[in-house]
């Protein structure tokens, strides 16, 4: 089947810790997608990468960083220097006609 | 993203046509309206998009008013598994890749 894949579903972190959130996609999409979701709240932007190796901020970037080795893959690492990183975070990629596909989403929980 | 504009939630029976709308008056003539959905704890999932004419696929329907200031998202017959949050969004310019999810409709079907 085609689609985005998350991992994993759930995270929890120490503070002061880093961790990686994982995302795969065998769409053959060129642009994916990194955006965070608090309870209640829409989608923010946070970063994104139209083609491998080349990445760019999106409105909260402050925090995370990614790298773009490979099309198929669009790992978030959430750093120690995210002060609130308890969260939804959801990675997309972006279809022919500018649409987007969401992976399922893992759940970061800082204790 | 240009502002769109949905009422905050709405009910629908179960089997009925649920037809949600939105406004997107400052809409420019190469832009397209994308609609998507939330259901609880997952990722949005893409529902369908439009430029000026009306669209359907194994969804929904999507219905744009002739000034395009306006559309509504047709689901034909409404099942307890469409209970979810529908977001209308009108990114800009193709290519943008600013995609902000507002705070959408809550649509809850009731049996």
């Known amino acids: 089947d085609g689609g985005i894949t998350q991992s994993p579903k759930y995270l929890f972190r120490k503070e002061g810790q880093n961790v990686t959130l994982s995302c795969e996609q065998n769409?053959?999409?060129?642009?994916m997608y990194w955006y965070r979701q608090d309870p209640g709240q829409g989608l923010r932007l946070i970063y994104y990468?139209?083609?491998?190796?080349?990445?760019q901020k999106g409105d909260i970037a402050e925090g995370y960083s990614v790298s773009r080795e490979k099309k198929e893959s669009f790992p978030l690492t959430v750093t120690s220097a995210q002060k609130n990183p308890t969260a939804f975070y959801l990675c997309?990629?972006?279809?022919?006609?500018?649409?987007?596909?969401f992976g399922p989403g893992t759940r970061l929980t800082v204790l | 993203d240009a502002k769109t504009t949905q009422p905050t939630s709405m009910d629908c029976a179960e089997g009925r046509a649920a037809n949600l709308p939105c406004n997107h008056s400052?809409?420019?003539?190469?832009?397209?309206v994308y609609w998507y959905r939330q259901i609880h704890s997952q990722g949005p999932q893409y529902i369908i998009h439009?430029?000026?004419n009306n669209e359907t696929n194994e969804m929904a329907s999507l219905i744009i008013t002739e000034d395009r200031k306006s559309s509504t998202l047709i689901l034909p017959h409404a099942t307890l598994r469409d209970t979810a949050v529908y977001y209308c969004?009108?990114?800009?310019?193709?290519?943008?890749?600013?995609?902000?999810f507002g705070t959408g409709t809550r649509l809850t079907i009731i049996p």
């Open positions: 997309a990629s972006r279809g022919t006609w500018n649409e987007q596909f």
């Open positions: 769409l053959n999409h060129d642009a």
């Open positions: 990468s139209q083609i491998v190796n080349d990445f």
């Open positions: 400052t809409i420019s003539g190469n832009e397209y």
């Open positions: 439009g430029l000026k």
């Open positions: 969004i009108n990114p800009g310019g193709f290519g943008n890749e600013k995609l902000t």
